[in-house]
């Protein structure tokens, strides 16, 4: 058997191997790499499923993409079984109910938020493909982060040998927490860099280095941010998982919806795959806070970018989702040339409408619902004083949409994709006093902090990049 190969969406690179796309990340025509085929999964195998532990049921989920030719099975099984060791529970993503519908809860890793779930796998497949002869042995990873990719990729990553990673971060515009979650990180080959600027800005930042070919070559780049195909693939594990624990109890339930908080859209878009593969997912929503370019697209067919807007749920603050382009791909009939025009035409005009057959498409794919600050501290101070439970801002998000969607029920999931110790300040406004944060959380404010603050500007962070590795 052999393993998926890979394509860019724009076409100028194709069939390329598993540990070739986790090596690059991003496509060298700017694309992001997509499966050539989805395998397929049967209601038999799914059920086969029901009685593994989370890590056993994850590599027969990752096994479907990757055989033998990539990754030893034996190897495999490894690197997965790694991962999950590093969270607190048991079950690695607890599923539970609250208020009528089901709670998947992400937070129980390393960084509490539910990077730690793919960022751990990450770092374990880049060790393997480092030590196995990839990049004679080096690799300089460049990331942005909104507040929780940095925070678990420096985890996924610190100490590991042959790799520097340097996180870039807009100045002022994460939780104190989420900054000192990577500031205070002590190994030698962690560098956080705080940008003048959005993440947006961050986020071109990395994209412009990786489409510079001498820098990108010279300094062996890689990729964590969810432009990197291993994170969208480690994530589709839970979708299967939380399947089967809300199956185990409710025995009539055919397909289960889930309401994902999104940003960047790896996670959702995690579910869109799982459903193509032949996972029963019904409803897959789409939660946006004020930063709402993916509500606007799927309720109006407007993927118009605008000026982000500073909220409390800043994991969130995006306005051009980097996975998005993954989903257009497919909206446009999997057609490399077509999505390079509109890639281009957004590029020039910070414009992409849809209408027609095509939004049909789109929101038979996606339903999406808005929540404000407003609605989002309601909804957290709401679920304390009903059901005694305690949901962070962004994953609050996600609840308010199964409320205005009319699907708080128990063939739902709602993604809670961080611990609400991680933002006292945005909790504090729904909840007096706080909840008591956990020890390692707490531990943060006493620890030394090393970061570099950086200009928005590209020649300056090549530089520091190439000063991280020489």
């Not at 496509?27 to 209601?43: C, I, N, Q």
């Not at 035409?345 to 498409?361: H, Q, V």
């Amino acid at each position: 058997m052999t393993s998926v190969t890979y394509s860019s969406t724009r076409g100028g690179q194709t069939n390329l191997s598993f540990r070739s796309v986790v090596m690059q990340g991003l496509a060298r025509d700017r694309g992001l790499f997509v499966p050539d085929e989805f395998p397929k999964v049967t209601m038999e195998e799914i059920e086969s499923w029901r009685s593994l532990s989370y890590p056993d049921m994850a590599v027969e989920v990752i096994s479907k993409f990757v055989k033998e030719d990539q990754v030893p099975a034996e190897k495999l099984k490894d690197i997965v079984h790694r991962s999950c060791a590093a969270f607190r529970s048991p079950e690695v993503t607890p599923v539970i109910t609250v208020g009528g519908h089901y709670v998947l809860e992400l937070f129980h890793g390393p960084t509490f938020a539910f990077k730690d779930v793919a960022l751990q796998m990450l770092g374990n497949f880049f060790e393997y493909f480092l030590e196995t002869g990839s990049n004679n042995g080096r690799l300089a990873v460049l990331g942005a982060t909104s507040g929780d990719t940095g925070s678990a990729a420096i985890s996924g990553l610190r100490g590991k040998k042959g790799v520097d990673c340097i996180i870039l971060f807009p100045n002022g515009r994460v939780s104190a927490i989420q900054e000192r979650q990577m500031t205070t990180v002590p190994d030698s080959n962690i560098h956080c860099v705080a940008v003048e600027g959005t993440f947006d800005d961050c986020q071109d930042l990395v994209k412009a280095s990786f489409n510079t070919p001498d820098f990108r070559d010279k300094v062996h780049l890689g990729a964590v941010n969810s432009i990197n195909w291993c994170r969208v693939l480690a994530q589709t594990t839970y979708y299967y998982w939380s399947y089967l624990r809300v199956t185990d109890q409710q025995k009539d339930v055919k397909e289960v919806n889930f309401s994902v908080p999104t940003g960047n859209f790896g996670d959702v878009l995690a579910g869109y795959y799982s459903k193509l593969m032949g996972l029963p997912v019904g409803r897959l929503i789409v939660a946006t806070n004020e930063n709402d370019i993916l509500h606007r697209f799927f309720t109006k067919g407007e993927y118009h970018r605008e000026d982000i807007a500073k909220t409390i749920s800043p994991s969130m603050d995006i306005c051009v989702s980097s996975n998005f382009e993954r989903y257009l791909f497919h909206l446009a009939g999997n057609d490399a040339e077509k999505l390079a025009g509109w890639m281009k035409d957004f590029e020039t005009t910070k414009k992409l409408t849809i209408d027609g057959e095509l939004l049909a498409k789109a929101q038979g794919d996606f339903g999406s619902a808005r929540a404000d600050t407003a609605m989002t501290l309601d909804t957290i101070r709401e679920y304390n004083e009903k059901h005694n439970y305690v949901l962070c801002p962004h994953s609050a998000v996600g609840v308010s949409a199964v409320h205005q969607l009319s699907l708080a029920s128990l063939d739902t999931v709602c993604l809670a994709t961080a611990h609400e110790g991680k933002f006292p300040a945005a909790v504090q406004r729904a909840i007096d006093p706080l909840p008591t944060p956990p020890a390692e959380l707490a531990a943060l404010e006493s620890l030394p902090t090393r970061r570099t603050e950086l200009p928005n500007d590209l020649q300056a962070v090549q530089n520091f990049v190439e000063q991280c590795v020489s």
